[in-house]
Nanobody
Framework: QVQLVQSGGGSVQSGGSLRLSCQAS????????MGWFRQRPGKDREGVAW???????VYSDSVQGRFTLSRDFGENTLYLQMNSLKPEDTAIYYC????????????????????WGQGTQVTVSS
């Protein structure tokens, strides 16, 4: 089973930037779906950015224009660059991958994924 190992995150003031990384323990085919999700205190897990294979990423309305998802196929790594952070972005962030299916379109629901990173805390203070 491929494992996803996250790094990055931490604490930053409002308006600051952070980058999250998610490295797969083995090569993932380029046609797999991947995504970034977050879980804010007292809330359900929600998607913030998704990618289907090597197509252009898709973003939730709440992060559009501030977050950028990128994928380095050679390094088996998914990134989330987060700029202009707001206190409401405070959450545990998770990367996810659908390992066993060729991905034709983005998968937006957490239940669509079968591999998850360990989660990393992002805290944005005002």
């Amino acid at each position: 089973q491929v494992q996803l190992v996250q790094s990055g995150g931490g604490s930053v003031q409002s308006g600051g930037s952070l980058r999250l990384s998610c490295q797969a323990s083995a090569r993932l085919p380029g046609n797999r779906c991947m995504g970034w999700f977050r879980q804010r205190p007292g809330k359900d897990r929600e998607g913030v950015a998704w990618i289907a294979g090597n197509r252009s990423p898709v973003y939730s309305d709440s992060v559009q224009g501030r977050f950028t998802l990128s994928r380095d196929f050679g390094e088996n790594t998914l990134y989330l660059q987060m700029n202009s952070l707001k206190p409401e972005d405070t959450a545990i962030y998770y990367c996810a991958a659908r390992l066993d299916t060729v991905c034709a379109t983005v998968l937006e629901r957490p239940s669509d994924y079968n591999a998850w990173g360990q989660g990393t805390q992002v805290t944005v203070s005002s």
